[in-house]
């Protein structure tokens, strides 16, 4: 049997490197197909410590996989990466999901462990808007008020739907909705009296006509009919109780009325950090913050195209530790659809920045973490393309950026609001020219003002810089206007800044 300790738990999988060993089984599988990733094969892998995470592959590799990998089966996977998890049906709340590449090794395991690792919701929470439905969800119930299977057309397509109530054992219903072949598995039992323990795996809620109700996430859920499951027997066995009675369920009225809405930058808002967490419509703000620590989940920087500074594949078969600058070696760009050697690292640096209000990440790429750096990434990297073991080691230049504060322009997109993601994406840094702050010890981050414009490149100004005497600009971002911000004194209350536009001198 293989030891435990050899084996990394899925909590401890970090983007920084890819040299993993993991031990895992797998709870489900599906073939998809979206616009963005094409066909892919996608899984729901759990460790022994209980630890859930979401795996996706290409499609060729599925055969391969599933020999080695079958559904409730253990295996042992070497060599596997981890990219942010978002999108709107997320099969687990862990922040990272897997990827399977072709250079990925795996193994059966001789591991015997036959639980499921159920997280199964509670119809309140679910009702009450607890539960976030950007995640899918494991829930049981007993079908109540069976209705009979349909075929309804859904965009010009004939597809089979049933729809009951699940009741839990405090007598809580839920309105349900299977779609398909989940429908079809209950055609036998439809306009029989009987009782039917129902658990659905990977559910989605979603809102349908006021209420909230479960379905079936496309192929991404799995149906038990009476499930024979060690973990439900005493659940299964209350479910079951002919006595169990229906409550009754008052049905939440209307939906959120989110409409987007687009800014320029000297027109973007400032919010707070926590305003901006909730805000409930995707857009462009800017905050005041200042960096609390680097997230050193992620490494600091990504080898990319010099030509697209997108990111760059390692070819199969080449070893890359032992190479170095100066040896160029090629890389695959997807882009430029061909291999390449003009590659160089590039800035992804994942803060953790705080106001008065809250803690929040943020992600700035390429050219808007060197503004805020202030030297090439290239300066700062040691030349080898060897995974980095020790991502604590950071250079001086991104360590001193700590207890530093900055005005950052900031999207807030659909994930943030939708799927409750707390990173954002710093788009610009906002430049000195135009931030106007008050130079006084008792005055907070949130109370800060600006009406900034931005820069992408170059050095940028920290507010801690900027005094109300003097307000130095990069030279890429002077313009002909200046500003002369009036001194305030007192901090005992907010006051107003005006901004004053000084003529320019004809003589000057």
Request: proline share 3%; aromatic share 8%; charged share 25%.
């Amino acid at each position: 049997m293989s030891k435990m300790t050899t084996f990394v738990p899925l909590t401890k999988l970090r983007p920084f490197k890819d040299n993993w060993r993991i031990q895992v089984k797998c709870l489900h599988s599906w073939k998809q197909n979206t616009p963005f990733a094409g066909d892919t094969f996608e899984m729901v892998l759990a460790d022994q410590w209980g630890n859930k995470i979401h795996a996706t592959s290409k499609r060729s590799l599925m055969l391969r996989i599933q020999r080695v990998l079958p559904i409730d089966s253990w295996g042992v996977i070497e060599h596997v990466t981890v990219t942010p998890a978002g999108g709107q049906y997320r099969t687990t709340n862990y922040k990272y999901k897997m990827v399977i590449a072709e250079d990925a090794v795996l193994s059966r395991s001789d591991l015997a462990d036959d639980r499921n690792f159920l997280s199964l919701a509670n119809y309140e929470e679910i009702e009450n808007g607890t539960k976030k439905q950007a995640f899918l969800i494991d829930v049981i119930g007993r079908i109540h008020e069976l209705g009979d299977v349909q075929t309804v057309q859904v965009s010009a397509e004939d597809r089979k739907r049933v729809q009951f109530r699940l009741l839990d054992a405090e007598g809580n219903n839920l309105a349900c909705c299977l779609w398909g072949t989940y429908a079809e598995q209950l055609e036998p039992f439809a306009g029989k009296d009987q009782t039917i323990i129902c658990l659905i795996r990977f559910a989605k809620i979603k809102e349908f006509r006021g209420e909230l109700q479960i379905t079936n996430a496309f192929d991404a859920s799995r149906l038990f009919l009476n499930p024979m499951i060690p973990e439900l027997t005493q659940l299964t066995e209350r479910l079951s109780n002919d006595d169990l009675s229906v409550a009754l369920v008052q049905k939440p009225s209307g939906k959120k009325d989110g409409k987007k809405h687009l800014y320029n930058w000297n027109d973007a808002e400032i919010k707070t950090i926590s305003e901006a967490a909730e805000s409930t419509q995707v857009e462009i703000c800017k905050i005041i913050c200042t960096i609390e620590a680097i997230d050193t989940d992620w490494s600091w920087f990504y080898i990319g195209c010099n030509r697209h500074q997108k990111r760059v594949n390692k070819i199969p078969n080449v070893d890359y530790g032992r190479m170095t600058k100066k040896d160029k070696p090629l890389f695959r760009c997807e882009h430029c659809r061909s291999n390449i050697n003009t590659v160089g690292p590039k800035f992804k640096l994942h803060l953790v920045v705080k106001d008065d209000s809250a803690t929040c990440n943020l992600m700035l790429l390429g050219s808007v973490g060197k503004s805020i750096v202030a030297v090439d990434a290239e300066e700062l990297w040691d030349g080898s393309y060897e995974e980095i073991e020790d991502p604590e080691i950071l250079p001086e230049p991104i360590l001193s950026l700590v207890g530093k504060s900055f005005c950052f322009g900031i999207s807030i997109t659909s994930d943030n609001v939708t799927n409750g993601s707390d990173t954002f994406v710093v788009l610009e840094v906002c430049s000195g020219d135009k931030v106007l702050t008050i130079e006084t010890d008792s005055q907070s981050n949130s109370d800060m003002v600006t009406t900034s414009s931005t820069m992408s490149s170059g050095s940028a100004m920290m507010l801690d810089q900027i005094s109300s005497d003097e307000c130095p600009t990069p030279i890429t971002k002077r313009k002909e206007d200046n500003y002369d911000l009036q001194d305030l004194t007192s901090s005992s209350k907010k006051q107003c800044i005006k901004i004053i536009k000084q003529e320019k001198n004809k003589n000057d």
